[in-house]
């Protein structure tokens, strides 16, 4: 009989078939699952039980599964109910492994190889002759990541702190409990202690907390030499009527050692730790002050997302130090600030009036007391008639959002339309002249109105549009308007619709104007009024002062000008220098002669025309 022999590869597992060419189906693939998982972390110098499932193993017979780890080959997992294995003959099979010793700051890979086989039960009924066995076999590796346990583990191996005291962060992540270690404080189920030694130079109180650990800590303090031999000083695994985490106070004598021992509740007690030793000190029971700077209170906003910024204290002598600042908004949970002493923060504050807290929590766990305020975020902000704003300059561009605009009692229907969503302006020309109003580029079919009236009882229209053209979606007007006047122009929603508007306005006069331009003075002074546009047909009053020996010049549009230039009579040209000129008449632009008369120098004299 020829047989065939076939291998499967799926990742790091290999299966090895082999059945005969006729009369037999390839075998099933062992399903194969080890426990801990590949890249778990174990810790150094301790035992673990692996466990290798194989949850189709009713699918074969005479299942064997070997290991190789380290330097040690051929390693039997048993499913026989003995320990590690928990239950005989369920398809798990165990085996205890030693972690190797890693140094203290380091981590080490190690790898174990897993090779599980099976036989294939035969066919029922078995043919003649019999086919051979069907042997199935696959191979698992997992990879461990070893740990070290804390240098200060051990008791003998405790950590020197200054007779000065200091603060100390470190982790008891897998410490562990020494043979003869005392239950601190009393807990039975305390787990991963860690160890310091402290002696002061003279007689004192000493504060010892646990502030700012990451877990619910257990704090004991013992005199002694040796584990055996510990007297226990002071213990903690709380502080109730503080509401502060495990702390100690006593008085601390000149040169005895005292060992510190700090450990977990229970296993799940690990962590970050925060030790304070502080000679002299009592427990920090106060919260720290914060300050909202800005924004001051009673701000308005037309966005919602606002920066506040401000400070915080912790200024008692046995205060911690500010750990983080919160701010709040209404009822809303608290959000983190960013930096303590001096913090920042960004909140989105909802439509309307607002209460904003901000409070900070020290290193001890005390929550201070809030500073408040008030501040608003209305957009828009000219929803109502009296609120409209103004339109300044002669064009521009302005945006909003009318989403959460309203309409108000008695307001009248804007193009002819309900709208629901009015926003109001108001502009006033300063002469004669057209006002052109367009909200394209806006992102929704828009209302345009514009009115004149006190108020939303006496308006009278004066120009409004729906759609600039048809299907526009947004509206265009051009519309006369008079000096002085107020006119109100209402942006709405066709049909209650809101968005994103752009109103752009721009107003062009009807009036003639004259150009003036003044040639800077010569010798200095100053000319009154300056250069710019002039209403045509008016009189024009030009004022210098300086010496006479000055020129001044204007010019009205292309046109000369006739300027009267006092004193009116002729003046000697000796005392032309000492002459103030103070003011001077421009016509515009009626027909003129210029100035005549030669140059102020010896010799001449200078006059006006007549």
Request: glycine share 8%; aromatic share 8%; net charge negative.
């Amino acid at each position: 009989m020829i047989i065939k022999l076939r291998v499967i590869l799926t990742g790091s597992v290999c299966f090895l078939c082999a059945w005969p060419a006729l009369g037999q189906s390839p075998p099933p693939a062992l399903q194969v699952s080890v426990s801990p998982r590949d890249g778990s972390i174990l810790v150094t110098e301790t035992t673990n039980s692996v466990f290798v499932k194989v949850s189709n193993f009713a699918a074969f017979t005479n299942i064997t599964v070997t290991g190789s780890f380290l330097a040690r080959q051929n390693i039997p997992f048993l499913d026989d109910g003995q320990s590690p294995d928990l239950t005989a003959n369920d398809g798990t099979f165990s085996a205890d492994l030693i972690m190797p010793k890693v140094p203290v700051g380091t981590a080490s890979n190690v790898t174990l190889r897993v090779v599980v086989s099976g036989e294939v039960p035969p066919p029922d009924p078995l043919p003649d002759p019999p086919p051979p066995p069907q042997i199935v076999a696959a191979t698992n590796t997992v990879r461990y990541v070893v740990v070290p346990r804390p240098a200060n583990d051990n008791f003998t191996n405790a950590f020197k702190i200054p007779g000065e005291g200091a603060v100390i962060t470190a982790t008891n992540n897998y410490a562990s409990i020494e043979p003869g270690e005392p239950m601190h404080a009393q807990v039975p189920t305390v787990a991963a202690s860690v160890w310091w030694t402290w002696s002061p130079s003279f007689n004192t109180n000493v504060l010892i907390d646990l502030a700012a650990s990451s877990f619910d800590p257990v704090l004991a303090v013992y005199t002694g030499g040796t584990i055996a031999n510990l007297q226990p000083v002071a213990a903690s695994t709380n502080d109730i009527v503080n509401n502060l985490k495990a702390n100690v106070n006593f008085n601390a004598k000149a040169g005895v050692t005292y060992r510190i021992a700090i450990a977990g509740y229970d296993t799940n007690g690990i962590g970050d730790i925060r030790l304070r030793v502080a000679p002299g000190r009592l427990p920090d029971t106060h919260g720290p002050v914060a300050t909202i700077i800005n924004p001051a209170s009673e701000s308005l906003f037309t966005t919602n997302v606002v920066l506040f910024t401000g400070t915080a204290k912790d200024p008692l002598l046995d205060d911690t130090g500010v750990s983080q600042v919160f701010l709040q908004v209404n009822a809303d949970p608290p959000t983190a600030a960013t930096g303590t002493i001096n913090w920042s923060g960004q909140l989105t504050l909802p439509p309307g009036t607002n209460v904003v807290r901000a409070f900070a929590q020290d290193i001890a766990g005390n929550i201070g007391p809030a500073d408040t305020i008030v501040v608003r975020f209305i957009n828009p902000t000219n929803d109502n008639f009296s609120d409209a704003i103004e339109l300044t300059g002669l064009a521009g561009t302005i945006v909003a959002v009318n989403e959460r605009a309203t309409l108000e009692p008695g307001e009248p229907l804007h193009a002819g339309n309900e709208g629901g969503h009015s926003i109001w302006y108001k502009f006033r020309p300063p002469v004669n002249g057209t006002l052109f109003l367009s909200t394209t580029n806006s992102d929704f079919d828009t209302l345009l109105d514009v009115y004149v009236g006190g108020s939303l009882t006496n308006l009278v229209p004066v120009a409004s549009n729906d759609d600039a053209f048809t299907n526009s979606d947004f509206s265009q007007l051009t519309t006369a308007v008079a000096p002085n006047q107020l006119y109100y122009i209402a942006v709405d929603g066709y049909g209650g619709t809101y968005g994103n508007i752009q109103l752009q306005y721009a107003f062009t006069t009807t009036e003639r104007y004259f150009s003036l331009n003044v040639a800077p003075p010569p010798l200095g002074g100053s000319v009154t009024p300056p250069a710019g546009l002039y209403l045509a047909d008016s009189t024009l009053y030009l004022t210098w002062h300086g010496r006479a020996a000055a020129t001044v010049r204007g010019v009205c549009s292309r046109a000369s000008f006739r300027a009267d230039v006092s004193p009116r009579s002729p003046v000697p040209l000796a005392t032309v220098s000492k002459v103030h000129w103070y003011w001077s008449r421009i016509f515009c632009p009626a027909q003129v002669r210029s100035i005549s008369g030669s140059a102020p120098k010896r010799g001449g004299t200078f006059w006006n025309s007549a």
